[in-house]
């Protein structure tokens, strides 16, 4: 799963930075898009660190990193969606593997915190 999740990840900032470059070149979609960029990006990021966590709590710390930054995530694509600056139906399967991570990370700070009590 660490590697699929590596993989995924990465993939996942790389569809991030392709939607930011097709983004319209308004202010707005600019600003949106930079904010997106950021957090979409950064939840690979996250996930990497916390395969060098000292502890538990700080592998758990690391992966609701990457929670954050996907909740994140998914306000700014709702907000591109909402403002119309990128078609809808393109938009959906990012959105789509947004939930899919978000399940997977939920998954694993709960089985990593089963395992301590």
């Known amino acids: 799963m660490d590697n699929d999740l590596k993989i995924r990840t990465k993939d996942f900032a790389v569809r991030i930075i392709r ?25 690979g ?4 660190e916390s395969q060098h966590a ?3 709590a700080d592998f758990i710390s690391k992966i609701e990193g ?3 930054e996907l909740e994140e995530t998914t306000y700014w694509l709702e ?8 078609p ?3 938009l959906k399967p990012i959105q789509q593997e947004t939930k899919e ?5 939920v998954t694993i ?5 089963s395992r301590k009590q």
């Open 19 to 43: 939607l930011f470059a097709a983004l319209p070149k308004s202010t707005e979609a600019q600003v949106l898009g930079k904010q997106v960029l950021r957090s979409g990006t950064s939840v």
């Open 45 to 48: 990021a996250q996930y990497r």
């Open 54 to 56: 000292k502890s538990d």
């Open 66 to 68: 990457s929670l954050q």
């Open 79 to 86: 907000l591109i969606e909402e403002m119309q600056l990128f």
């Open 88 to 90: 809808s139906e393109k």
């Open 101 to 105: 991570l978000t399940a997977s990370f």
């Open 109 to 113: 700070v709960k089985k990593v915190k």
